[in-house]
C-alpha cells in the first residue's frame, strides 16, 4: 500500500538542486525579447503612435501597434472548458493589441528586439508618442451600474456583464412572520494579487509551419484553443509545451501572453521570441482577486433559526471578462447551502470598471463569500447573545443534505467532526472563558469561521480527465497526465495512484512533468481543486486497463489462467499459492523483444467525470489585539479539513499551510490600491504587503478522513479551501476580544482604527 503515505515528492530533489527546467531555462539565449508597451489611461482610445523613434533604435527588430492589426479575432482568455454550445462559451473581448483602453496597463503596442535594452529603450521611445482620447473612468461596481456611468463595452448595458439570482420559497412573505430580528449588514472585499514566485513567461517559434509555445501555464490544452482563435488559425496548427511552473494560484489559469507573443513571432518571420513580464507588469496586466461588495440580510427567530435570507454580491470585474460571471454565481451558489434556509432570495451581479482585471484565484469567490457569510453568522450570534459554536452546530448543513443542482451530498457529520477536532488542539473553550470581559488596551481573542467547497466543475461544464501508462523495458511505467502540476505535489500523487491500482513499486512509477499538446492526452488542467480527484478516475481506469494487458501476456507465458495472476510489488504472482512466477521486468523485456509476440504494452483511456463531492473544514484563530496601534498579531491558528482520503499526507498538510499563509495575508495586509484614475499604487512586493512566514505563528493543519464515496480514491477537494475560512476567523477573533465588527478586509490598522474609532474604543 502506497497510498495515505508521505512519500518523498518526485520532483523534489531536481528542484531544490536546481536541476528542474522552467520556462526560463529552456529557452535559447539567442531568442529575441519581446515587451509590451501598456496604455497609461484606465479608459480612452489611442489616437496616434509615432514608431518612428523606437524603430530606429540599434537592436529593434519589429515594433507593432494597435493599428497594425488589420484582423480582429477576438478571443475569451477563461480558463474553462470549450464547449460547443455558443451559449454556454466564454466572452471573447480581447485582441492581441488594442486602441480602445479599458484599464491602466491595456496592451496597445509591443517591441521585439534582439536584446532586454534595445527592447527598454523602444518601450520608453513609444510611450513618449501616444495619443490618446480620454474617457471618464469608474472604478466601483456600484457606481458603474447607475445610468450614465462611463460605458466600459457597448454591448453591456450599465456596465453588467451578467446577473443571475437564486430564488427558493416565499422570502416576502416570510418575513412578515412576527418577533423577527432583522441582520442587516455590508461585507466589503479588496482586489489582491497571486504574487507566484515565478513571474508569467512564454516563448514561441515556428516549427514546419506550426506556431509552438512554451509556457508557465496551468492550463495548456485550453492555451492551445485559445492561441488558434487569436490568431485565426486551425487549432491544430498551435502547438503548447508546459515545463515546470514556478506556481499560478489561478493567475495562469488564464491566457494571458501566449497569443500576443505568438503573433510576434509570427510578425519576425517565424523566429523565436520570449516575452517575460516583470512583477510590476504581473501586478498589473495579469491577473487579480474579484473585489465583491456583499449585502446579507437574515430575519432571524429567537432561537437562531433563520426565517428568511437575502443577499445581494457585487463583483468588481475590472477591464475585461475573463473568468467573467462563473466566479460570483459559484459565491453566490454558496448561500443557500452552508446554512440552509427555506425562504431565499439571492442576486449576483459582474460589473465591468476600469480596473485591472480580475480573474480566476486559489477560491474562486469563495474567500470573499465565506468571509461574508461567517462574519455573518457571527453578528448573528452577538445580535441574539448565542454561543457561536453552538449555533454552528445547529444550523450548518446537516447530514444527509443534497443540493438540487450539483447533487452533491453531505455524506458524514463534517463540520461538527472537524470543529470537535479543531477545538481540542487549540483548547477553545478555556481561551474563550480566558478572553471573555477584557478591558486592557492589549487583548487575546478567539474566532472561529467554517466553509464549504464543491470539487470540479460538472454540472456547469465538462469535467474529464485522460492518463497515458507505458510499460518500459524493465517492468517501470511511465504515466502521462493532462493535468498539470504546479507545484502542489500532483505527480507525486498521480504516481502513488498509479503503483497502488498496477500493484508495482512507487519507485516504478515514473510521471512526465512536462504537458506536451502534441503528445499529451487531452485534459483541461489544473483548477477547481480537480486534479486529485478527476485525474484519480482517469489513473483508475487506465491502469486497471493496463494490468488486464499485461496479466493477458502473462498468461501466454506462464500458462496460468489470467484470473489466478495477479501483480504484487512488481512481481507476476499466482493468487492461489502466492507463487512469484516472473518479476514484470521479465515480462517487459519478453514482451518487447520476443520473437513470437512482440508487444508494446500500453495502456490510454479518458474518464469524463458526472459527479462532484463536497469539501468542509473550520478555523479557529487566536489573536491579539493593540488596540492603541490599531494592530492585529495572529497568535495562534488551526485549520481542519474533510477532504476525504489523504494520498499524501504530508503533501495535504503542506497545502493547508499554504492556504493559512494566502488567507492571513490576505486576512490582515494585502490589497491592491488604486487612485480615482483607475491605476495602481502598490503593484509591487515593495508596497504591496504581502505576508512572510515572519508574519505567521506556526500554522496547525488536520483532517478528518471521510472517504468520498463518488470518488475514485475517496478524495475530494482541498488545494483551495484552506484559504476560504482563514479572514472570517481572525475577524471573529477580534469581534470576540473588543466587541467591535470589521466588515471590510484587510484588518490592517487603517480599517481596524477607522472601526475602533466609530466605535468608540479609542481614547
Request: glycine share 8%; with cysteine; hydrophobic share 40%.
Amino acid at each position: 500500500m502506497v497510498v495515505g503515505k508521505s512519500v518523498t515528492r518526485i520532483d523534489a530533489y531536481d528542484k531544490v538542486t536546481g536541476r528542474a527546467k522552467y520556462t526560463d531555462d529552456l529557452c535559447d539565449k539567442g531568442a529575441l525579447i519581446a515587451k509590451v508597451l501598456h496604455s497609461s489611461i484606465a479608459h480612452g482610445r489611442v489616437k496616434k503612435i509615432d514608431t518612428s523613434e523606437a524603430e530606429k533604435i540599434k537592436g529593434v527588430v519589429k515594433v507593432v501597434t494597435c493599428f497594425d492589426i488589420k484582423e480582429k479575432h477576438y478571443f475569451p482568455t477563461a480558463g474553462h472548458p470549450w464547449s460547443t454550445d455558443p451559449h454556454h462559451q466564454d466572452v471573447s473581448d480581447r485582441l492581441v493589441l488594442t486602441d480602445k483602453v479599458c484599464f491602466y496597463g491595456d496592451d496597445i503596442a509591443a517591441v521585439v528586439a534582439e536584446d532586454e535594452v534595445a527592447a527598454a529603450q523602444a518601450i520608453r521611445a513609444l510611450e513618449k508618442t501616444v495619443e490618446y482620447e480620454e474617457y471618464p473612468v469608474v472604478t466601483d461596481p456600484i457606481e458603474a451600474m447607475k445610468d450614465g456611468a462611463p460605458q466600459i463595452h457597448e454591448k453591456y448595458k450599465n456596465n453588467i456583464l451578467a446577473h443571475t439570482e437564486i430564488r427558493r420559497g416565499n422570502y416576502a412573505e416570510a418575513i412578515k412572520e412576527k418577533d423577527l430580528v432583522v441582520v442587516d449588514k455590508w461585507y466589503e472585499l479588496p482586489s489582491v494579487q497571486h504574487c507566484h514566485i515565478e513571474n508569467f513567461i512564454c516563448y514561441a517559434y515556428k516549427e514546419k509551419g506550426r506556431i509552438c509555445i512554451v509556457s508557465s501555464t496551468q492550463i495548456p490544452h485550453i492555451v492551445r484553443r485559445v492561441v488558434g482563435q487569436a490568431l485565426g488559425i486551425a487549432w491544430g496548427k498551435v502547438r503548447i509545451v508546459k515545463p515546470y511552473i514556478g506556481g499560478g494560484f489561478g493567475n495562469k489559469q488564464d491566457v494571458l501572453y501566449e497569443p500576443l507573443c505568438a503573433f510576434l513571432c509570427e510578425q519576425v518571420g517565424g523566429r523565436l521570441v520570449k516575452l517575460d513580464l516583470s512583477r510590476e507588469e504581473t501586478f498589473t496586466s495579469t491577473r487579480v482577486r474579484h473585489a465583491m461588495k456583499i449585502h446579507i440580510i437574515s430575519h432571524v427567530r429567537k432561537d437562531g433559526s433563520l426565517a428568511a435570507r437575502k443577499a445581494e454580491l457585487y463583483s468588481n470585474q475590472g477591464g475585461y471578462a475573463s473568468h467573467g460571471h462563473s466566479i460570483v454565481a459559484k459565491a453566490m451558489g454558496s448561500f443557500p447551502q452552508l446554512y440552509p434556509c427555506d425562504n431565499v432570495e439571492a442576486d449576483a451581479y459582474t460589473v465591468f470598471t476600469n480596473r485591472s482585471v480580475a480573474g480566476a484565484m486559489r477560491g474562486y469567490g469563495m474567500p470573499q463569500m465565506s468571509f461574508a457569510m461567517e462574519a455573518h453568522a457571527e453578528d448573528i450570534c452577538k445580535v441574539l447573545n448565542l454561543n457561536s459554536r453552538e449555533y454552528r452546530r445547529k444550523y450548518l448543513m446537516p447530514k444527509g443534505y443534497v443540493d438540487a443542482f450539483s447533487k452533491n451530498e453531505q455524506y458524514f457529520d463534517s463540520f461538527n467532526q472537524c470543529l470537535d477536532k479543531a477545538m481540542v488542539k487549540i483548547d477553545y473553550e478555556k481561551k474563550l472563558k480566558e478572553y471573555s470581559n477584557q478591558t486592557g488596551d492589549i487583548r487575546r481573542g478567539i474566532g472561529m469561521s467554517v466553509f464549504w467547497y464543491n470539487t470540479a466543475v460538472w454540472p456547469i461544464s465538462l469535467e474529464s480527465s485522460s492518463c497515458r501508462m507505458v510499460l518500459n523495458q524493465n517492468g517501470s511505467v511511465q504515466v502521462q497526465m493532462a493535468e498539470t502540476e504546479i507545484g502542489q505535489g500532483a505527480d507525486t500523487v498521480w504516481a502513488q495512484m498509479t503503483a497502488e491500482v498496477l500493484g508495482i513499486p512507487f519507485e516504478d512509477v515514473h510521471v512526465v512533468s512536462t504537458q506536451d499538446t502534441d503528445v499529451t492526452p487531452f485534459g483541461t488542467g489544473a483548477y477547481a481543486s480537480r486534479q486529485t480527484y478527476v485525474g484519480g478516475f482517469a489513473i483508475r481506469q487506465t491502469g486497471l486497463m493496463m494490468k488486464e494487458r499485461i496479466l493477458k501476456y502473462a498468461h501466454e507465458l506462464t500458462r496460468m489462467p489470467e484470473f489466478n495472476l495477479d501483480i504484487v510489488d512488481g512481481n507476476i504472482v499466482r493468487t492461489t499459492d502466492g507463487r512469484v512466477l516472473m518479476s514484470l521486468g521479465e515480462l517487459a523485456t519478453t514482451a518487447l523483444y520476443s520473437l513470437e509476440n512482440s508487444q508494446h504494452i500500453t495502456s490510454e483511456s479518458t474518464y469524463q467525470i458526472k459527479s462532484n463531492a463536497y469539501s468542509f473544514g473550520c478555523c479557529i484563530a487566536e489573536v491579539e489585539v493593540d488596540i492603541p496601534l490599531c494592530r492585529v498579531q495572529v497568535k495562534n491558528i488551526v485549520n481542519v479539513h474533510d477532504c476525504g482520503t489523504l494520498i499524501n499526507p504530508a503533501l495535504a498538510e503542506a497545502q493547508v499551510h499554504g492556504g493559512m499563509s494566502m488567507g492571513i495575508g490576505y486576512a490582515l495586509s494585502e490589497r491592491m490600491v488604486f487612485d480615482d484614475k483607475g491605476r495602481l499604487l502598490n503593484g509591487n512586493l515593495l508596497d504591496y504587503k504581502l505576508s512572510t512566514f515572519m508574519d505567521h505563528p506556526t500554522l496547525d493543519a488536520d483532517f478528518v478522513e471521510n472517504p468520498e464515496p463518488t470518488s475514485a480514491f475517496g478524495t475530494k477537494a482541498l488545494g483551495e479551501p484552506p484559504v476560504c475560512p482563514v479572514s472570517g476567523a481572525i475577524r471573529n477573533a477580534i469581534l470576540q476580544c473588543t466587541g467591535v465588527a470589521i466588515d471590510e478586509l484587510p484588518l490592517a490598522p487603517q480599517n481596524v482604527f477607522n472601526a475602533f474609532s466609530k466605535a468608540g474604543l479609542l481614547k
